[in-house]
């Protein structure tokens, strides 16, 4: 099944971000690489696809996982949380339907 991973950022995370983010994309490679990736990205805090120094408010991730435990566990150990870029990560159950 599919999960939702909703993360949120602390305030003024960018600078921990960008140092950490070789970290957390290699876990999602590897999501990737296994087909259990849906999709993933971050959330900026402008409407703008750079948001530059504005930065971003937290990251969205689906994906495939065998029980809402287990992607529990996965968000657990993102290291944007262990870094605390992550203020919190929230994990619910998906059901894709479109497209």
Same mark, same amino acid.
């Not at 939702?4 to 305030?11: K, L």
């Not at 990205?41 to 435990?69: H, K, R």
């Given at each position: 099944?599919?999960?939702? !991973?909703?993360? /949120? +950022?602390?305030?003024?995370?960018?600078?921990?971000?960008? /140092?950490?983010?070789?970290?957390?994309?290699?876990?999602?490679?590897?999501?990737?690489? /296994?087909?259990?990736?849906?999709?993933? @990205?971050?959330?900026?805090? !402008? +409407?703008? %696809? +750079?948001?530059? %120094?504005? @930065?971003? =408010? @937290?990251?969205?991730?689906?994906?495939?996982?065998?029980?809402?435990?287990?992607?529990?566990?996965?968000?657990? /150990? +993102?290291?944007?949380?262990?870094?605390?870029?992550?203020?919190?990560? =929230?994990?619910?159950?998906?059901?894709?339907?479109?497209?």
């Amino acid at each position: 099944m599919f999960y939702v !991973i909703y993360s /949120e +950022d602390q305030p003024n995370s960018l600078a921990k971000r960008r /140092e950490v983010r070789p970290l957390h994309l290699a876990r999602l490679e590897a999501l990737n690489a /296994e087909g259990r990736l849906l999709l993933a @990205g971050p959330l900026p805090a !402008i +409407d703008a %696809d +750079d948001p530059a %120094d504005a @930065g971003f =408010t @937290g990251s969205l991730v689906v994906a495939e996982f065998p029980s809402l435990e287990s992607a529990q566990q996965w968000a657990a /150990e +993102d290291p944007y949380l262990a870094h605390q870029v992550y203020r919190s990560s =929230t994990v619910k159950p998906f059901k894709k339907v479109l497209p």
